[in-house]
């Protein structure tokens, strides 16, 4: 099935360094959404973004809803062991979201070196 | 506030068989959708159900079905299980309308054999 284009796959960083990892689109999102999973678990919901441009933080992350609605990243900053993951991203078409059909990224592993 | 469950977590099937999988919606919640997690990809959308009838379907067959409950609850069910179906299967509730953002549970582990 169609997924959204995420990179990097995977990072390997130290302790209190910065993370930023971004996903792109052939088609129009109205909704993007950053996810995070860790093993075993179900994805774990980080961040919503409903507009175009829209720069939304949640502690130390950050994301932004591109202006052409093809694209969004996500920053983390001083990261710590406990930010390992996989990151995923989604977006939705729905003019109004409500929640149901997202489009999901294939994963970036973060990898947190104490 | 209750969030989303699933049972069982894990469940190993043979090739051919039947296999339900059930889910309690977070409480508020009005809608469930199902998707199906292979391993090392992202989430893949199967269906949602809002008022107990399908509103959605993603691009899997029909022996891809489910079921709402008058209480939100949720089964999906599989027939004539093929080894390609082994995955994490992942239910998610939200509230039709507006912006509510999906939540997931934890998922049931299907290996088929």
Request: hydrophobic share 30%; aromatic share 10%; charged share 15%.
């Amino acid at each position: 099935g169609q997924q959204l284009n995420q990179s990097p796959q995977s990072m390997f960083i130290q302790e209190g360094e910065d993370v930023s990892m971004n996903c792109t689109s052939s088609s129009i999102f109205n909704t993007w959404l950053w996810y995070k999973q860790d093993p075993g678990e179900g994805p774990v919901l980080l961040i919503a973004l409903y507009k175009a441009g829209e720069l939304t933080s949640n502690g130390r992350l950050t994301a932004q809803f591109g202006i052409t609605r093809k694209d969004s990243f996500l920053n983390i900053s001083a990261s710590i062991p406990s930010d390992v993951g996989i990151y995923f991203c989604a977006g939705s078409r729905l003019g109004r979201y409500s929640g149901s059909r997202l489009t999901f990224g294939e994963g970036t592993q973060l990898t947190v070196n104490p | 506030e209750t969030g989303v469950t699933q049972s069982p977590t894990h469940l190993i099937k043979t090739r051919g068989q039947q296999v339900t999988l059930r889910c309690s919606s977070q409480s508020g919640h009005n809608t469930v959708s199902w998707y199906q997690q292979a391993l090392g990809q992202g989430p893949q959308f199967i269906f949602q159900y809002y008022r107990e009838e399908e509103n959605g379907r993603g691009n899997f067959p029909p022996r891809f079905s489910g079921l709402q409950f008058p209480n939100y609850s949720s089964e999906l069910n599989v027939n004539a299980l093929e080894l390609d179906d082994s995955a994490l299967y992942l239910c998610a509730s939200s509230l039709m309308g507006g912006r509510s953002p999906l939540h997931f549970g934890n998922g049931t582990r299907l290996t088929v054999t």
